[in-house]
């Protein structure tokens, strides 16, 4: 049955959902730190406090609260930096902020507030904040499903990026409107600009994040078009790009590593491979801590394993988790069949 991704595969919220007793009390001790810090120090080293714990707090942004306390923090880092003279300190702030909004999926609030920031970012040549402002904007406007004006910013983004000559602005153009057009189910147009975007990325070291996603997301793009064995070599791309994001950025990346072994499971689920596609939702758990339920997946490696029932019963929970979901429904079709 033919998979159609509808984007990137959202595994840091499994993540940032799993309950892990040692990590969130190293986490509290790393916090009661730096609010020491902060209460004891001024200037640079107090604003860098202050940075980190916004970091932590990034991280939680889905719990209640706490993009409460993450957006007071921004508030102070940019008075203090704004008061000190520091601009391209004051700009980032500006910039967390709109991606706190986006990290929390007030869209709405990204699509008020980012066309000001932009301005700001323009006016002081922060460019690097201006572009992933520029990127969450449009994405904004396609997560609340306005396409055409997600893609009009996209394009006037990639424009300004062209006639600065920045590579890596250009390519992070390129990554937002491929996901535009993959959510308008064009994915020949999705996969010509996922490939321009590996090329204007492939040597911004700063920016294998985005390099790493968008490799991923040519991967599920090639299996939305049943092109399994260039989706295959792709994927096996991939790895090597996030061994190069974990090296260049000195810690571990598990989203990284979690979107690429869901692709791998996609891929060997739909060529029938059900072994090799089990042994990867194995991964998924171990990275995920079992959070990241894969119902769907599970179902198909069991119908494909002729187990029948216990593939109907995996099936209900997709459907029950994603109503709307064709490929699931299809899927139980053929189980009852």
Partial sequence: ????????????????????????????????????????????EQRLARQELARIYLIEVRKEGVIDTLLTLYDTIETDARQQGEVAAEGTAKANRIGAYASKSLFGK?????????????????????YQTSMQLADAYRRTENFDRGLQEAERFYAHAKAR???????????????????????????ACLRECIGLLEDERPYLNYLATAYNNLATNLIGQQRYDEALEVAR???????RYEEASHTPQPSAWGNLWVTYTDIYRQTGKYDLAQRCIDRVDSLSRGALKMYKERGHVLYGQKRYREALEMLDRAAEASPGNLEVKGLKLMTLA
């Fill in 1 to 44: 049955m033919k998979h159609l991704p509808a984007g990137i595969v959202l595994f840091l919220l499994a993540l940032l959902s799993v309950p892990c007793i040692g990590a969130q009390s190293n986490r509290q001790q790393r916090k009661d730190s730096l609010r020491l810090v902060i209460a004891r120090t001024k200037g640079a």
């Fill in 110 to 130: 990204v699509i008020d507030e980012a066309p000001a920031v932009l301005e700001f970012l323009s006016a002081n040549g922060l460019w690097k904040d201006y």
């Fill in 165 to 191: 000559g920045d590579r890596a602005g250009m390519g992070m153009a390129q990554l937002t409107l491929s996901r535009i057009y993959s959510g308008q189910r064009r994915f020949s147009d999705a996969e």
């Fill in 237 to 243: 791309a991939t790895e090597e790009v996030n061994r």
